[in-house]
């Protein structure tokens, strides 16, 4: 590839609006270019990595045995109605009419279609296994799309959808999906944990994300330094903070079950839903009677899927003192329904951030109810969507160095971006949709599922993030949208650099090395500024002044110096 017939295009600056590192240089780069909110042109750079990012998820999946398909971008809404998700998505969802007047969706991801092929074309337990996948484009009407790329709201995914007969058989491909995603992420040369997540509805353990470290992440990530244990903060809440239940200093009470939604509890109280409830942080002080505060508290009230938080609100919390106390797992599980809802006290150093005096006075009268006195909020923080950064930084108090939940050491804390996430479905979508196989007593049963998604345009992100400099982009060598880059000073000069640069050229290109040539005759600062910025990670300088002593000089992207080699050995030693 010549620089002059591709398509370069760098900027010195940064638009206003890229927050975050990798977007900044994804746009200095020319990788990517904005169409609208979240919304991007890929543009031949940004492409180059994104194809490779592909290939080499595609590799891997068929390489576990998963069938490559292409399924629709827009999608009737027939489907999504059957599996209720046509009114349960809420306005994520792109829906759409056409000149029928026919609903349809913009996929975000493709369950009821997969469902739907399944229904139709797996009928007997003899087809089974099977793991379908493709590499399609998702829409998701982001509420806050933002950081480029890695919260767009038109994105790329790899999204792959296992079939099997039983449970048993649906563990196994997770867990062949789970393996695959690993061989991914290393080959991506990127750092990154598997952590347990949550399974909301679905129950069960089967649910983990893969998240690439980054200080910029989205998501906090819990783990321990000296075993296997890592879960997303949302989950180790839960379970790292479960622990610290002593009977009688905790607060809930829930005698029914039932369900209600994140709605229901924002409307409880009395705040406007902006978003998705993950969890409530609650802070309370402890007075003595002097007024002074002798304990801080933290409550977390952790509101996951469809709880019933009526019976809180209707009076059955009878208080800090009295009838409240800590529930235990079973108890959350058996009241709500679901694993593991979270109500429980940590203590903390600093309160967390009170948001509005309403939003504190109506959590207030909740928690402690009007004749608590003793007891006040001091702070209110909407889970995840809040500042960040303080929330963190609590939960950072309360877990670090806490003992882990497995036992095997403490825990530490980090950020991460969520670039996969593998999921155990189980018959959500088979029983509503009603895709069944027949098994070996020809009696129909219904097909367990399992979900894998990989972010393939986040990838792009979250490697910068990880892996950038002063002077730009430091592309993992897999995923790097050239392998090598020529750089001749005076190849519109001199017709020995000419030379020797077109043949390096070509024995590269002809060894299938993603080799870049810079014809363009930029002065060498430029041209050397304009790589780094794009991040190739090998470069060779051809001048006549090395070619006067038969050498090139060969740099890596992370290396301080260039090296001094022979011309004759230049290919041989890039390849
Ligand atoms: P997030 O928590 O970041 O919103 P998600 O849990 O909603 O992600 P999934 O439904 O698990 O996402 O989708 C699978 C993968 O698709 C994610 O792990 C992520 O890598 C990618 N992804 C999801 N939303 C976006 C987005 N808005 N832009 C780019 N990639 C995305
Ligand atoms: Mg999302
Ligand atoms: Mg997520
Ligand atoms: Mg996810």
């Known amino acids: 590839m010549k620089a002059s017939q591709f398509f370069i295009a760098t900027l010195k600056e940064a638009p206003a609006d890229a927050e975050v590192i990798s977007h900044q240089l994804m746009m200095r780069a020319g990788m990517i270019k904005r169409l609208s909110a979240g919304i991007y042109n890929y543009m031949p750079m940004g492409l180059r990595v994104i194809r490779k990012v592909e290939a080499i998820i595609r590799e891997e999946m068929v390489r576990s045995g998963a069938v490559e398909l292409l399924m629709p971008l827009v999608q009737p809404a027939e489907l999504w109605q059957e599996s209720g998700r046509f009114q349960a998505y809420g306005p994520e969802l792109l829906r759409l009419k056409d000149r029928h007047d026919r609903d349809f969706v913009v996929q975000p991801t493709s369950e009821e279609v997969i469902t739907d092929i399944a229904r139709q074309e797996l009928r007997s337990y003899r087809q089974l296994p099977k793991n379908f ?330 490697a910068i993030e990880q892996n950038h400099d002063e002077r730009g982009i430091v592309w993992p060598a897999a995923i790097a949208p050239f392998a090598v880059v020529v750089c001749p000073i005076g190849y519109d000069r001199s017709a020995e650099v000419r030379a020797a640069a077109d043949q390096l050229h070509e024995t590269l290109g002809a060894a299938g090395i993603d080799v870049m040539l810079d014809d363009r005759g930029e002065r060498p600062g430029a041209m050397f500024a304009d790589w780094e910025l794009i991040g190739a990670p090998l470069r060779v300088v051809i001048s006549d002044r090395g070619l006067k002593a038969g050498t090139v000089e060969v740099q890596g992207r992370r290396e301080a110096q260039a090296s001094t080699v022979a011309l004759a050995e230049a290919a041989a030693l890039v390849k």
């Open 133 to 462: 996948f493709h590499i399609q484009t998702k829409f998701r009407d982001e509420r806050r799309p933002r950081f480029g790329v890695m919260r767009g709201r038109e994105f790329t995914m790899k999204d792959a959808y296992s079939f099997d007969r039983d449970k048993d058989g649906a563990a196994k491909s997770y867990d062949i999906m789970f393996a695959a995603y690993k061989r991914i992420f290393d080959r991506f040369g990127l750092q990154y944990r598997a952590v347990a997540a949550d399974t909301g509805a679905i129950g069960g353990d089967l649910s983990h994300e893969f998240q690439v470290i980054a200080d910029t992440g989205e998501d906090a990530i819990v783990y321990c330094p000296t075993s296997d244990y890592a879960a997303n903060v949302e989950l180790a809440e839960g379970i790292a903070l479960g622990t610290r239940a002593a009977p009688g200093e905790a607060m809930v009470k829930t005698p029914t079950p039932g369900k209600s939604t994140c709605a229901d509890v924002a409307a409880l109280l009395g705040l406007p839903l902006q978003r998705t409830v993950k969890s409530l942080v609650l802070a309370t002080d402890q007075l003595n009677e002097a007024g002074d505060v002798i304990k801080t508290t933290v409550w977390l009230l952790l509101v996951r899927g469809d709880h019933d938080l009526n019976e809180v609100k209707t009076g059955k919390v009878e208080g800090l003192k009295q009838g409240w106390r800590f529930a235990t797992a079973s108890e959350i599980e058996d009241h709500f329904g679901c694993k593991p809802g979270y109500l429980g006290p940590v203590s903390t150093k600093k309160p967390v951030k009170v948001i509005a005096d309403r939003t504190v006075a109506a959590m207030s009268d909740f928690i402690c109810g009007a004749n608590q006195a003793d007891f006040h909020i001091t702070g209110v923080n909407w889970g995840r969507d809040l500042p960040e950064p303080d929330l963190v930084a609590d939960i950072r108090n309360v877990v670090a160095g806490d003992p882990s939940p497995d036992g095997k050491g403490v825990l530490a804390i980090q950020r991460g971006i969520e670039v996969g996430h593998v999921f155990y479905l189980g018959t959500k979508y088979s029983k509503s949709m009603n895709a069944n196989y027949l098994d070996e007593n020809g009696k129909p049963q219904p097909m367990e599922m399992g979900c894998y998604g990989i972010g393939v345009t986040r990838i792009l992100g979250a």
